[in-house]
């Protein structure tokens, strides 16, 4: 099972974009999705994650307040609504999935069984 991220670009500060995430396999499920990003010479930060069967949502402080994670449980996707992006957000996004992830594990990357191949968004001042 591949995970397909898509929605990146070039965008200004303060403009919006909403990245997406599917499975190539239709009947793939997931316990736990999450987004993580990484800025050119950084590591790869943890940005929010999601689980029904947990009940709940996280955010990374950085991003709260901005960025809303969601899930079209019909069509297997997962969502990225990010507003009021600055160029501090420059980076490849990346989602991910966790089968038998644990709730209180989310923000690490470890947790997470598979991986979408980024797509980056850049944020011009």
């Known amino acids: 099972v591949q995970l397909q991220a898509s929605g990146g670009g070039l965008v200004q500060a303060g403009d919006s974009l909403r990245l997406s995430c599917a499975p190539s396999g239709r009947s793939f499920s997931a316990r736990i999705w999450g987004w993580f990003r990484q800025a050119p010479g950084k590591d790869r930060d943890f940005v929010a994650a999601t689980s029904r069967s947990a009940g709940g949502t996280i955010y990374a402080d950085s991003v709260k307040g901005r960025f809303t994670i969601s899930r079209d449980n019909a069509k297997n996707t997962m969502y990225l609504q990010m507003n009021g992006l600055q160029p501090e957000d420059t980076a490849v996004y990346y989602c991910?999935?966790?089968?038998?992830?644990?709730?209180?594990?989310?923000?690490?990357?470890?947790?997470?069984?598979?991986w979408g191949q980024g797509t980056l968004v850049t944020v011009s001042s």
């Open positions: 991910a999935a966790s089968q038998r992830g644990i709730w209180g594990r989310v923000r690490i990357g470890a947790t997470y069984d598979y």
